[in-house]
């Protein structure tokens, strides 16, 4: 069966400090991998998406960028947080034109 | 532009029925989509409707007309369990996922 997972779970940041959150899937091939952010009250913004290793797709110009190393491993970074990066950071796979998003744990973001 | 509208909070009561409804304006349509998410928990598949009509899964439904641009889900015989909120989301023709802010449900005694 397959399995998404994605860590760390929690972590407070201070501002000008750098992010790395990892999103690795298991039992799939070549699956499209999502990084999706949500603020308090609000929808799933779409941050990235990616369709196979090297290839990353930027829904919205930030200081967030994402990378695939690997066709399983899908990696958020950040050179220096905001303030407004907080918030709740969902990775997601999908087999390819399918709508159907499987989702990790979730990393919860708090940037001080 | 696109868009997806659902109320932001529907309150209920324990073993009785609510509809939470969804309209949508997008470019495109693939299908739409209804997630669970419960408090500080990531999202998960309820339903997937792409042509018009009703699909039952247990005690929840989901409906779709096209031509309308909406849909509504449906839960029955309410558990204290459903509070959660409730994700709209259309694909649109470039197979993304274009979401909704979600439906709180609360679920009273």
């Not at chain 1, 913004?45 to 990353?56: N, T």
């Not at chain 1, 491993?73 to 918030?87: A, E, P, V, W």
């Not at chain 2, 304006?25 to 990531?42: I, P, R, V």
Request: hydrophobic fraction near 35%; glycine fraction near 10%.
């Amino acid at each position: 069966s397959q399995t998404i997972h994605q860590w760390p779970a929690t972590l407070v940041q201070p501002v000008g400090s750098p992010l790395s959150l990892e999103c690795t899937v298991e039992g799939t091939s070549n699956p499209n991998l999502y990084w999706y952010r949500q603020a308090a009250g609000r929808g799933l913004q779409l941050l990235f998406y990616s369709v196979g290793i090297g290839q990353i797709s930027s829904e919205v110009p930030q200081n967030l960028s994402a990378s695939r190393p690997q066709d399983r491993q899908f990696i958020l970074s950040s050179k220096k947080l905001l303030l407004s990066d907080s918030g709740f950071y969902l990775c997601a796979w999908s087999v390819r034109d399918t709508g159907e998003l499987f989702f990790g744990e979730g990393s919860r973001l708090t940037v001080l | 532009g696109q868009n997806i509208d659902q109320p932001t909070e529907m309150t209920a009561t324990e073993g009785a029925i609510v509809q939470i409804n969804c309209t949508y304006q997008t470019s495109g349509f693939n299908g739409l989509f209804w997630y669970q998410q419960h408090a500080g928990e990531a999202p998960t598949f309820l339903s997937y409707n792409v042509l018009d009509g009703l699909e039952e899964k247990g005690r929840f439904s989901s409906f779709l007309s096209r031509s309308k641009g909406y849909s509504y889900l449906l839960l029955k015989e309410l558990q204290m369990k459903d509070s959660a909120s409730y994700l709209c989301a259309v694909m649109d023709s470039n197979y993304q996922l274009i979401w909704g802010a979600g439906t709180k449900l609360i679920i009273k005694p």
